[in-house]
């Protein structure tokens, strides 16, 4: 898969999945702060990427990722590992 | 002790889905039985079932407040936002006051299943997601509806099988009588799935009047055969008579009795001394006499035993004054968990419209029904005050008496 086809798969799962508003979607948008998404919406994240990218997230690795562009490198460096 | 006043009421029901459409049903006499055929080919022994359309919350409330909201939370949740609007509480009311909520609720088997389910089949709890935990636990409801009309009061799940929900009103009662609380928001919730009715329908309870759907309900009728299970969620806003009258809300009906008891015998077979020992106690708390009730809301539920055991019972106190019986289960079936707080609403609704709603397929008495004076078709009238009973398994008996207000 295509890096770009990976964000735009990422995008379409926040906002359908976890009902981010379009709008708030930037690389540089604050994952807490500005999309809103918490403790709770991180464990919804782990099923969604894993039924959508073949991976499972692990809860250690997610301690680095505040910014959505943090998110994006995270799942494209997964996917390309496996 | 302050008095207890009824505010506001909501219903999301299988004869309506609010009070406007389950009055008119009650009045009508309609029945909100069906034949499930997905039960039959799971193997129910009885497919018969209550039904309701699935609320869709999507735009109303956020992702994060429906993902732990199972089922029977969504219908509370629509049946409580009725109720605040009855009563005119809005968010402001409530951030300036500490609501309580105590609802009646005694299981939440679907999510329980589901995830359970996903673990099996992808051997990672990590795949289950971040709302199964919170929809599975009895609390579902007063834990969800705390949070989405942020209550800061009172803040728990009353479980005492089929009388959840009458408990749950007979403790709000109690808590604003000593003056902990100003309102609370009481009610009682129950699933409608064939997971959480599958072990039910497996002691043979139900009835397998399965070719009449809307005839197979039939308390205190002699050819009756079985309870039909059911669900909804049903609200009722619980207030101080100060609290009340301070804030100019338009007051229902007063709550002046709230009895129980344990039956200390059977886990699932009703006796008599139970009941009348609840019905007693709440007469006793109203300092009324079994003549000043004109209604009784019975708990029968179309059991051979139970309905004949509840007559006699009701027969031991009310043999005198004999007055009106329906059990609005013939039309309803069974709501198990949300039934005693339902059948307040159902019974308010008869009060202040003045009718008492029928006991529909009661076309033959037996030996211990027919000491009763119940209503088989709808009879406008006047209630001055009447009687809920409602019991549950392990003996568990509540009886509420409400009157009109007086002032």
């Given amino acids: ?82 | 002790m302050n008095r207890v006043v009824i505010t506001g009421m909501g219903i999301y029901s299988v004869i309506g889905k609010n009070l406007g459409e389950v009055k008119n049903s009650l009045y009508e006499g309609k029945s909100g039985i069906i034949f499930d055929p997905v039960r039959k080919e799971m193997g129910f022994r009885s497919a018969l079932t209550g039904i309701v359309e699935r609320p869709v919350l999507k735009g109303f409330l956020d992702r994060r407040m429906r993902v732990g909201l199972p089922v029977q939370g969504e219908y509370a949740y629509l049946a409580t936002i009725e109720a605040l609007n009855n009563a005119g509480i809005d968010a402001a009311f409530m951030e300036r006051n500490a609501v309580g909520i105590l609802y009646g609720n005694d299981s939440s088997a679907l999510p329980v299943v589901e995830s359970v389910d996903i673990l099996r089949k992808k051997k990672d709890t990590m795949m289950i997601g971040s709302g199964y935990i919170f929809q599975s636990m009895n609390s579902t409801v007063s834990m969800n509806l705390s949070v989405i009309f942020k209550f800061r009061g009172i803040n728990f799940t009353i479980s005492g099988a089929c009388a959840s929900g009458s408990h749950a009103i007979g403790i709000g009662y109690l808590v604003i009588r000593q003056g902990l609380q100003e309102v609370i928001v009481c009610g009682g919730a129950q699933e409608i799935n064939p997971e959480s009715t599958a072990s039910f329908d497996a002691l043979n309870a139900f009835s397998i009047r399965e070719s009449e759907p809307q005839k197979a309900s039939r308390p205190f009728d002699r050819d009756r055969d079985g309870l039909v299970p059911s669900g909804g969620a049903a609200t009722v806003i619980l207030e101080s008579y100060e609290s009340a009258v301070r804030r100019g809300a338009t007051i229902l009906g007063e709550i002046v009795g709230y009895g129980f008891s344990s039956n200390g015998e059977h886990i699932s077979l009703p006796n008599v001394d139970g009941p009348v020992a609840a019905m007693q106690l709440s007469l006793k708390e109203a300092g009324m006499d079994a003549s000043g009730i004109d209604y009784i809301n019975a708990h029968a539920t179309s059991t051979i035993a139970g309905d004949e055991n509840e007559a006699i019972a009701i027969d031991q106190i009310f043999g005198k004054s004999r007055p009106l019986v329906s059990s609005t289960k013939s039309m309803t079936g069974h709501e198990m968990w949300m039934g005693g707080a339902s059948e307040i609403v159902y019974s308010m609704l008869m009060m202040n419209h003045h009718f008492v709603a029928p006991n529909i397929n009661f076309d033959n008495p037996d030996e211990a029904t027919a000491r009763l004076n119940i209503a088989s078709h709808t009879i406008p009238c006047e209630i001055r005050a009447f009687l809920s009973n409602s019991f549950g398994f392990g003996g568990t008996n509540s009886s509420l008496v409400i009157r009109k207000i007086n002032g």
């Fill in chain 1, 1 to 82: 898969m295509q890096n770009e086809e990976i964000i735009k798969r990422i995008n379409q799962l926040l906002i359908e999945e976890i009902e981010i508003d379009e709008v708030q979607i930037s690389p540089s948008a604050d994952l807490k702060k500005d999309l809103g998404i918490d403790s709770l919406d991180f464990v919804d994240l782990f099923v969604i990427i894993e039924n959508n990218f073949g991976f499972k997230m692990k809860a250690e690795e997610m301690s680095d990722i505040k910014k959505l562009d943090d998110f994006y490198n995270y799942v494209i460096r997964r996917v390309h590992s496996n």
